[in-house]
Every structure is written in structure tokens, then in C-alpha cells.
């Protein structure tokens, strides 16, 4: 009889769970909050994809360029470098035309007191202002003297543009004093003493031209 029990039981076949139902139970357990509560963000993660698509970035071009990682650190410098020479040169970008506001942005005030307005500003070393002053101090006095209509809403180029009928033989330096305005004013460059000492000459200047009433093919 114990032989008997003893086949009896080893026949019986094991108990056994399906694998695909095992391995749901074990996904159902592990997606619990308690399990995940140490895990990285989604800003963790993607943080430390990108520092490691950086890094494997920096390593292939170290060893693409000349020198290695240093001659990769001298090639980023010298960009740097570069890049900063050229804003410096160019100085920051030009707004578009319809930023050109109009010239003279208060109330009307004579030439006289535009140019003590601009030596003001150029005795304080505040050139940008003393600028703009002056070339207002220009425009304004070519109104006084008739030579422009006073105009609402002038910008700086239609005031130049408009005296060269009259005072040809300044045409040039009325087109430069204006772009200048506008570079001052609207596109982001620093004025110095030397760009008002011309315009401050040029103001002088035209108060001595006689103008070709007529002009230029009269």
C-alpha cells in the first residue's frame, strides 16, 4: 500500500500558473506608486538624455578636430571671439523701416533750444542725446528758415532728402547726419564725440549756406 501511495503521488502533476497571466499579475504589482516613488522625473530623464547626447557630441568633435578636446576649446573661442567683433562692429540689428518714428517726438521747440539741449547733453558725456538734439536742432532751423515746411510726422531721411533740393552741395553729409539719427536712435549704436562734433559742425555749417532757392536744375 506504500508503494501504492507513494506512484499516487508522484504522478500528480505540479501546480502551475500560464506565464502570460504570471506575467500580468507581476506588471499589475510592479506599476503600483509604492514601487515608483524614487523614480527620475520626466525633466530628470530628459535632462540626462540630452547631457548625454551633448557629451557623445562633444567627444566625436574633439576627435574630429585638430589638437583634440583642446583644439575643439580653441575653435569655440575664436567662434566666441568672432562673433563678438562682429556685433561690436555692427552693433545690435536694425529695427525695420516702420520703426523709424518721427524726428522731433515733444512739443515744438525752436533750433536755439535744441542746440543748448545738445551741448548740455555733450557736456555731460551723454552723446547719443546730444545727437539726437543736434540733428533736431538742424531740422528745425532749416524750418525757421523756410527752406523745410514745418511738418508733423518728418522723419529724419524726408528731412535730409527734402533740404538737398535746397542745399545741394550738403546733400551727402544731411543723408550721413540722418542715418546717423537713426542708427542712435532706433538701431541700438552709441554715439561718441567725435560723431557729434560733426554733426555740430555740420549745424554750423548750414546756418552759413546759401541756399539754391530755385533748385538744383532751376
Same mark, same amino acid.
Given at each position: 500500500m506504500s508503494t501504492g501511495g507513494l506512484i499516487t503521488t508522484a504522478a500528480t502533476p505540479p501546480v502551475t500558473t500560464p506565464s502570460d497571466p504570471a506575467r500580468e499579475a507581476a506588471e499589475r504589482e510592479l506599476s503600483k506608486p509604492i514601487y515608483h516613488q524614487n523614480d527620475p522625473s520626466l525633466l530628470d530623464r530628459a535632462l540626462r538624455e540630452f547631457f548625454e547626447w551633448l557629451d557623445d557630441l562633444f567627444d566625436s568633435a574633439s576627435g574630429a578636430a585638430p589638437g583634440g578636446t583642446f583644439g575643439l576649446l580653441a575653435i569655440l573661442a575664436l567662434v566666441v571671439l568672432a562673433a563678438v567683433a562682429l556685433w561690436w562692429r555692427l552693433g545690435a540689428p536694425r529695427r525695420t523701416a516702420t520703426s /523709424?518714428?518721427?524726428?522731433?517726438d515733444d512739443g515744438i521747440r525752436?533750433?536755439?533750444?535744441h542746440r543748448t539741449a545738445a551741448e548740455a547733453h555733450a557736456a555731460a558725456g551723454r552723446w547719443t542725446e546730444a545727437v539726437q538734439e543736434r540733428m533736431r536742432a538742424v531740422v528745425r532751423s532749416l524750418e525757421e528758415r523756410t527752406l523745410l515746411d514745418p511738418r508733423p510726422g518728418r522723419t529724419a531721411d524726408e /528731412?535730409?532728402?527734402?533740404?538737398?533740393v535746397s542745399l545741394p552741395d550738403h546733400a551727402e553729409a544731411l543723408r550721413t547726419a /540722418?542715418?546717423?539719427?537713426?542708427?542712435?536712435?532706433y538701431g541700438g549704436r552709441t554715439a561718441d564725440a567725435d560723431t557729434y562734433a560733426r554733426l555740430r559742425a555740420l549745424d554750423t555749417t548750414l546756418t552759413r549756406t546759401k541756399p539754391l532757392l530755385t533748385g538744383p536744375t532751376g
Open positions: /523709424a518714428a518721427t524726428l522731433f525752436s533750433a536755439a533750444d /528731412a535730409a532728402a527734402e533740404a538737398s /540722418a542715418r546717423t539719427f537713426d542708427d542712435v536712435t
